[in-house]
Nanobody
Framework: QVQLAESGGGLVQAGGSLNLSCSAS????????MGWYRQAPGKQRELVAL???????SYADSVKGRFTISRDNTKNTVYLRMNSLKPEDTAVYYC???????????WGQGTQVTVSS
């Protein structure tokens, strides 16, 4: 099993920055994918960014150039640096872990990000 603990959510003004962290514990596979999803009220949960053990990353088009995902494998922690935040970034952000085949998925409880205008 894998447990995920998110932190770093909060309130920030438009144009500001925020850092999210997610620490994983338990049985971490040698090759895995961790990432961030978000869900705003009335909307479907959507992918924000993913990163592999080797550091390969992918981003949703809506956050490219503004968000940066990274990870520290020694700490089993994934980070999301969010710059130039917009009100439309307001959502609950969820950390996700899965093995390389996406067969064993785990979700964090979510952390709220609110961007004021």
């Amino acid at each position: 099993q894998v447990q995920l603990a998110e932190s770093g959510g909060g309130l920030v003004q438009a144009g500001g920055s925020l850092n999210l962290s997610c620490s994983a514990s338990g049985s971490i596979a040698s090759f895995n994918v961790m990432g961030w999803y978000r869900q705003a009220p009335g909307k479907q949960r959507e992918l924000v960014a993913l990163i592999t053990t080797g550091g390969g990353a992918s981003y949703a088009d809506s956050v490219k150039g503004r968000f940066t995902i990274s990870r520290d494998n020694t700490k089993n922690t994934v980070y999301l640096r969010m710059n130039s935040l917009k009100p439309e970034d307001t959502a609950v952000y969820y950390c996700r872990y899965s093995d390389s085949s996406f067969n064993s998925a785990y979700w964090g409880q979510g952390t709220q990000v609110t961007v004021s205008s």
